[in-house]
């Protein structure tokens, strides 16, 4: 039997009964909302507005606000400049009253919405990313949370195995079995003034010089810098790869703690190997496989084959990923069109839900 939820005194269980369903017209896209007039026809219905005995004059609010983003719901979905619903929902009361209609033309991850639904108010979230509004829809739909917890399970169990795969390696303090943490990217540089590679996680922080005479911290050549040399690593100069510089894992095996890292340069010659025999050589494996599952390899922003250079961030030779998948390591899109594939083809009631609720 699939584990029960279990909600702590913390967190909100916000659709208590039976789950509600999200009003006709309910939409997330990257075209604009083909319903969005008329549901906003059938609110000045509902609550007639006339301009010239509009008395709305709330004052500021001013009172500070204590908040936590330690919750369940804040945590479903990361975001850019994410704020708690909880401190929103202060807000929503002070400014609106129920059944008012709240507009978040930059809604990122939906926040607002949430908390003005929360409240009773109805909600507009628009923003120009259809990943914010889809991330916005699912952070706004009821979902029944032991139905969401069973289809979790579900598909945890079944993408299990190759995920597994994907991620084990070993412990270097008793060599049991690993998971692997986050693995560390770092990009090579060369010094101008040794003409050695170096990692920038290597680069030694120093006090420097603007050009225009102002104190700044600098990388310099940890090389160099043994011969007493402050030899500047500009990221601005020519790229070398970036490469696997360290592996935070969990010891599957009892280790206390749980946790622990290795460097591919560490000082100890344990966890140097293991970096190499275990992390370095499944980054290996994975490399010299193709990914047996489908992912998207559009160019970002749908640009056409032709175009060289879109988008804001584009900058010669810096941002220079050109398609979806560039944004990801090999191994981590393999496990997300992995989680895709299984979340599409089982019979989850929402699969919606369950791609969002698993940050895909
Ligand atoms: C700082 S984020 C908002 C975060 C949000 N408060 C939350 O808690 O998740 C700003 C959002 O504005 C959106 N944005 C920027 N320019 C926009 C535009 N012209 N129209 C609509 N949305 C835009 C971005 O895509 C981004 O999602
Ligand atoms: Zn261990
Ligand atoms: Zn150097």
């Given at each position: 039997m699939p584990k029960k939820v279990s909600y702590s005194a913390k967190q909100e269980y916000l659709f208590k009964e039976k789950t509600t369903a999200m009003p006709e017209g309910y939409y997330s896209g990257d075209q604009p909302n083909p319903n969005l007039r008329a549901f906003v026809e059938q609110h000045l219905l509902e609550n007639p507005y006339d301009p010239k005995t509009d008395d709305y004059d709330i004052p500021a609010f001013d009172r500070p606000i204590d908040t936590t983003k330690a919750t369940a719901i804040y945590n479903m979905h990361t975001y850019w400049s994410k704020k708690p619903h909880d401190a929103i929902r202060q807000y929503i009361k002070h400014y609106t009253k129920p059944g008012d209609l709240v507009l978040d033309p930059f809604c990122g991850s939906g926040g607002t919405a949430l908390a003005a639904l929360i409240e009773g108010r109805k909600a507009i979230a628009i923003d120009r990313s259809p990943a914010a509004t889809f991330i916005t829809k699912n952070y706004c739909t009821p979902v029944d949370a032991e139905e969401l917890q069973e289809a979790f399970e579900e598909l945890k169990a079944?993408?299990?195995?190759?995920?597994?795969?994907?991620?084990?390696?070993?412990?270097?303090?008793?060599?049991?079995?690993?998971?692997?943490?986050?693995?560390?990217?770092?990009?090579?540089?060369?010094c101008p003034r040794c003409l050695r590679k170096v990692p920038l996680f290597d680069c030694i922080e120093v006090e420097g010089w603007t050009q225009a005479g102002k104190p700044k911290k600098i990388k310099a050549c940890p090389h160099c810098y043994k011969k007493d040399q402050e030899e500047e690593i500009k990221t601005t100069g020519d790229k070398f790869g970036a490469i696997p510089v360290l592996v935070s894992y969990q010891c599957e095996n009892g280790c206390k703690p749980k946790r622990n890292e290795?460097?591919?340069?560490?000082?100890?010659?344990?966890?140097?190997?293991?970096?190499?025999?275990?992390?370095?050589?499944?980054?290996?494996?994975?490399?010299?496989?193709?990914?047996?599952?489908?992912?998207?390899?559009?160019?970002?922003?749908?640009?056409?084959?032709?175009?060289?250079?879109?988008?804001?961030?584009?900058?010669?030779?810096?941002s220079n990923f050109r398609t979806v998948d560039e944004l990801f390591t090999k191994r981590n899109l393999w496990a997300l069109a992995l989680i895709r594939e299984f979340a599409l083809?089982?019979?989850?009631?929402?699969?919606?839900?369950?791609?969002?609720?698993?940050?895909?």
């Open positions: 079944k993408v299990k195995p190759e995920v597994d795969w994907l991620y084990e390696t070993k412990c270097d303090r008793c060599g049991g079995k690993a998971t692997t943490g986050y693995t560390v990217y770092s990009q090579v540089f060369q290795r460097r591919y340069n560490d000082p100890d010659p344990v966890k140097k190997d293991y970096f190499e025999r275990y992390d370095l050589a499944k980054i290996k494996e994975i490399e010299g496989k193709t990914i047996p599952h489908w992912y998207p390899t559009d160019r970002m922003m749908h640009a056409p084959e032709d175009q060289e250079c879109w988008g804001v961030k584009w900058r010669a030779g810096t083809s089982s019979h989850f009631p929402n699969t919606d839900m369950l791609l969002g609720s698993m940050k895909i």
